[in-house]
């Protein structure tokens, strides 16, 4: 079987260094003559990772996507970055269609791997960094190719991220507390039989958007001014033993 090349460059799969990531700097234009996302396609990011997050050596399937109405040669390159450095283990889960790349921290298509019609798909395994690690951010540059084989002018590129953050474990003392927190509507609700002796609420970064002393619950915090995104509530009891939840505000 033969399969029609991508382009001239790279059929074979992204050198590394092109997945348009911070630490990487480059992205598929480097190679193909097209400006950014600006093409009738799209390049998607998406993973198993529950909203509550990814814990620590767990593994998740990453999912990238391709699609464009008329083209159907597809190719990538995705990385995982946190704070300046790679992170994470990317594990091959179809080595006809992927490989690795750039030293093992990003994964690429194969020559075997580019053909879709309307769309193309690829999945990859990848494991969840050591505890601490609190927000990943997945990097993606893709192209849609014409398929001419000859060059590659009428090649797009396509950029896309996709975040996910580390869940919160209990700790013991955290466990022994009943107390409930979830979002309703526009509000984060906390019940529970407890007097607490404080709430903050902050976000992913850890900036403070939210406090209280000397809480009774049930209480109500109307969250119609938070920006959307993933927010930590940590409430505090009389005696300092505390509880953390994550919660997604849309």
């Known amino acids: 079987m033969s399969y029609p090349k991508l382009t001239t460059a790279f059929v074979n799969g992204s050198p590394g260094g092109k997945s348009g990531s911070p630490l990487d700097g480059?992205?598929?234009?480097?190679?193909?003559?097209?400006?950014?996302n600006s093409g009738p396609g799209s390049f998607n990011i998406s993973?198993?990772?529950?909203?509550?997050?990814?814990?620590?050596?767990?593994?998740?399937?990453?999912?990238?996507?391709?699609?464009?109405?008329?083209?159907?040669?597809?190719?990538?390159e995705l990385t995982a970055e946190s704070s300046g450095i790679?992170?994470?283990?990317?594990?091959?889960?179809?080595?006809?269609?992927?490989?690795?790349?750039?030293?093992?921290?990003s994964v690429t298509h194969k020559n075997t791997g580019t053909l879709g019609s309307a769309t193309k798909t690829w999945t990859v395994n990848w494991t969840a960094p050591t505890t601490g690690i609190m927000t990943v951010?997945?990097?993606?540059?893709?192209?849609?190719?014409?398929?001419?084989?000859?060059?590659?002018?009428g090649d797009e590129v396509y950029t896309t991220t996709y975040t996910v953050n580390e869940e919160i474990s209990l700790s013991n003392n955290e466990k022994k507390q009943n107390v409930r927190v979830?979002?309703?509507?526009?509000?984060?609700?906390?019940?529970?039989?407890?007097?607490?002796?404080?709430?903050?609420?902050?976000?992913?970064?850890?900036?403070?958007?939210?406090?209280?002393?000397?809480?009774?619950?049930?209480?109500?915090?109307?969250?119609?001014?938070?920006?959307?995104?993933?927010?930590?509530?940590?409430c505090f009891d009389i005696n300092n033993n505390y509880f953390h939840n994550k919660v997604s505000v849309n």
Do not use: R, W
């Not at 790679?86 to 921290?105: A, C, D, E, H």
């Not at 993606?140 to 000859?150: F, K, L, R, Y």
């Not at 407890?194 to 049930?218: A, C, F, T, W």
């Open 26 to 36: 480059g992205n598929c234009t480097m190679c193909h003559g097209s400006g950014i």
């Open 47 to 76: 993973s198993d990772v529950p909203t509550t997050g990814f814990i620590s050596g767990e593994t998740y399937t990453i999912t990238i996507q391709g699609s464009h109405p008329s083209f159907t040669k597809y190719g990538f």
């Open 86 to 105: 790679k992170v994470g283990g990317f594990n091959i889960t179809n080595s006809s269609q992927t490989k690795l790349t750039n030293n093992n921290n």
């Open 137 to 153: 951010d997945f990097y993606a540059s893709g192209i849609t190719a014409n398929g001419n084989g000859v060059n590659d002018n």
């Open 182 to 234: 979830f979002t309703f509507q526009e509000n984060i609700i906390i019940e529970g039989e407890k007097h607490l002796n404080k709430i903050n609420i902050s976000d992913i970064s850890g900036k403070e958007i939210y406090s209280d002393q000397n809480v009774y619950l049930p209480i109500k915090i109307n969250t119609s001014d938070f920006k959307s995104g993933i927010y930590i509530v940590s």
